[in-house]
């Protein structure tokens, strides 16, 4: 088995790489029957020399455990008895260069929490699970609503009297806060070890290492555990792209380019980091069984891929052309997982137009199963930033996204990166006074939820905060004292119920059959209209995107019949004004742009109406219960057995 999964590792088709290097604790007999436990550590160094074992068990001693070549592929091995879970350790060995240096384990699975710099060894067998109803049942959530609350573990709560919380204290706030506004996702921001802060994990060290910031690996696979049995599925974080280049962890590991590229020009990132270089197969097999073991050993229900635009074009580019290298990495990394994986979801963070992301791999595409829609979310708050006055003149900011919405499964996020380096919070990016943002910030995420396409907003945006978000500080909690804030957030929440009850918002969306404007080219008004229909479920969402106020306004439907005003945003529970409609709207023949029928509502200000149509069905009569005609009958003969017995008498 060993030797298949390293033959596999060097021809790139290793999803397991994991189970053969790295450090794990084991035990063998030799042949005097005596018992040995210890950790059998394996590295791959193809251009390294004299290389050893060091850890605080040998006094970082290179001398004392030498390991042994295995054979010409260049992986090292060596056993040493007697340690145990946190021993530090580092690999020492001469590079290509003639250097001797120490390096951190490539597959550790736990490191030091900086500055520390160590491996630290860490048994990661029999974690005793409690989510076999909840695996039994997950999916791929085509069918079903998908509202993902993106966290950054660290400043959700902030520090706990002056430390990093733990796993497992986030998950005793976090379940009941998910359940409380109508969550069904959590997507965690990355926690494979890094050094720096500020990188927020997009830029790490130890891509098998659970972030030390946090706990160990036991206390992740209890936090997705927990999230678990509670019903909400957890998304992973990964960042394939590029590596930080800090000395003692992947740069130049043997004194070569093992893992980035050789070519200077292409080595180092925008962001000062290295690049992965996706065409050698070692490193292909490095990542994707890196994502393989966090989906295999955690339970994480889907991997969310950083920054695929810098994998599809060279630097990102598209004037640079397609990095053949890096798609072919992206095509395998997707087949193994679903293979070994049904249930996972593959979702790419990409701002590229390249064309097949979501396309099937039998058919030509990437194979992932959901795309961030990055244009929807650049053209909505370009929008919604405008003067009323000027949004007429860019009408198809709003129209623009349905038009080349069904060329991939979609996912409409407003993440973390919306929030901070100076773009200001979602709320601050909305035009108008302070009043206007928030009427605006509701019809926002009612537009959002509308619209098809899963969901994804960052922490903090259901608080409609002023600040920006900084990894280094709480949310700011206390703004929920105030009813405008708080008024938000229950808004989420009614959104979210609204999401996980109607078919119509999450059944076959990709399909456009169950999507039709109603009203799409009023740019003068500036107010738009669509219906989304599954089965009986049938709405239709209305958006005044203007202060004007409308005590009636028509607008269009394709099916006739009563319909009844289910959400609005202008209601005062959510700190608007209360123009609503509380009575049925009845369709009347003929509507604007020529649509069949059309109903009448009051419209107000910066107002987002949801309305769904009222489907009678004929009433099914009970097996067994008698007709009216029957009990009729029953009741004659029960007059006429009376009259008899007066006779009788």
């Known amino acids: 088995m060993a030797y298949g999964i390293l033959y596999d590792y060097l021809m790139g088709q290793s999803q397991e790489a994991y189970r053969y290097f790295g450090a794990h604790f084991g035990s063998y007999t030799d042949e005097a029957g005596k018992l040995h436990s210890g950790v059998t550590f394996r590295l791959y160094a ?39 879970n946190y021993d530090s350790y580092k690999f020492h060995f001469r590079n290509a260069r003639g250097e001797y240096v120490d390096h951190a384990d490539p597959f550790a699975f736990y490191s030091e929490l900086r500055p520390g710099t160590c491996s630290r060894l860490f048994d990661i067998e029999n974690f005793a699970w409690h989510d076999a109803d909840f695996l039994a049942k997950r999916t791929r959530s085509f069918d079903e ?39 069904t996702h959590v997507e965690i921001m990355p926690i494979t070890q890094y050094p720096f802060d500020g990188s927020w994990g997009y830029q790490a060290t130890g891509f098998y290492s659970v972030d030390a910031r946090y706990g160990n690996p036991f206390q992740l696979m209890s936090f997705v555990d927990r999230l678990h049995q509670a019903g909400f599925g957890v998304i992973l974080d990964f960042a394939p792209v590029h590596f930080a280049n800090d000395p003692w962890a992947l740069r130049e590991f043997d004194g070569t380019c093992l893992y980035e590229y050789a070519d200077p020009h292409h080595t180092f990132s925008p962001w000062g980091s290295c690049y992965f270089d996706l065409g050698k197969d070692p490193v292909r097999s490095f990542l994707i069984s890196a994502m393989d073991y966090f989906v295999t050993y955690f339970h994480f229900d889907g991997i969310r891929v950083d920054a695929v635009s810098n994998i599809v074009y060279w630097e990102g580019d598209k004037s640079q052309g397609e990095n053949h290298g890096a798609t072919e990495f992206i095509k395998r990394l997707n087949g ?28 030509g595409g990437l194979g992932f199963d959901y795309k961030w829609d990055l244009g929807w979310m650049n053209d909505t708050l370009k929008y919604y930033s405008l003067d009323p006055i000027y949004k007429k003149y860019e009408h198809h900011k709003i129209t623009f996204s349905m038009a080349y919405f069904y060329s991939e499964n979609f996912l409409l996020p407003l ?40 969901k994804l907003n960052f922490m903090g945006n259901e608080l409609g905060s002023f600040d920006e978000w900084n990894e280094n500080r709480s949310l ?73 106020y409308y005590e009636t306004y028509d607008v269009g439907v394709y099916h006739e ?61 009970i097996i067994g219960t008698p007709t009216k005609e029957k009990k009729t009958k029953t009741k004659s003969s029960k007059r006429k057995t009376s009259a008899r017995k007066r006779k009788a008498k």
């Open 561 to 621: 019949g009563e319909w009844r005003e289910l959400f609005n945003s202008d209601k005062d529970v959510y700190g608007g004004n209360n123009q609503y409609n509380g009575l049925p709207c009845q369709t009347m023949p003929g509507a604007p742009e020529g649509r069949p029928y059309h109903v009448t509502i009051k419209l107000g200000s910066f107002a987002a109406l949801i309305l769904k149509r009222v489907i009678t069905k004929p009433k099914t009569p």
């Open 46 to 84: 193809p251009c390294a020399d004299n290389v050893s074992v060091i850890g605080s068990w040998n006094g970082w001693n290179p001398e004392v455990n030498p390991l042994s070549k295995v054979d010409a592929s260049g992986v090292w091995e060596g056993f040493v008895e007697g340690l145990h």
């Open 336 to 363: 193994k997982l679903h293979l070994a994986h049904p249930a996972l979801m593959m979702i790419a963070e990409d701002s590229t137009d390249f064309q097949g992301v979501t396309k099937p791999l039998e058919y």
């Open 415 to 454: 993440s973390h990166d919306e929030v901070t380096h100076g773009k200001g919070t979602i709320i601050n990016k909305l035009w108008g006074d302070y009043d206007t943002k928030f009427a605006l910030l509701r019809n926002l995420f009612t537009y959002q939820f509308g619209h098809p396409g899963k």
């Open 476 to 548: 700011p909690w206390n703004l929920l004292t105030y009813p405008k804030h708080d008024s938000i957030k229950r808004l989420v929440r009614d959104l979210n119920l609204i999401y996980r009850s109607e078919d119509a918002m999450k059944v076959e969306e990709y399909n456009p059959e169950h999507y039709q404007w109603t009203l799409v080219d009023n740019a003068d008004q500036s107010v738009f209209a669509f219906e989304r229909t599954v089965g009986d479920s049938d709405l239709l969402f209305v958006f005044n995107m203007t202060p004007n």
């Open 145 to 183: 609503a998908m509202s993902i609350y993106e966290i950054h573990l660290g400043s959700w709560r902030g520090l706990k009297d002056g430390r990093f919380p733990s796993y497992e204290e986030v998950a005793d706030d976090l379940i009941p806060y998910l359940k409380e506004n109508g969550f």
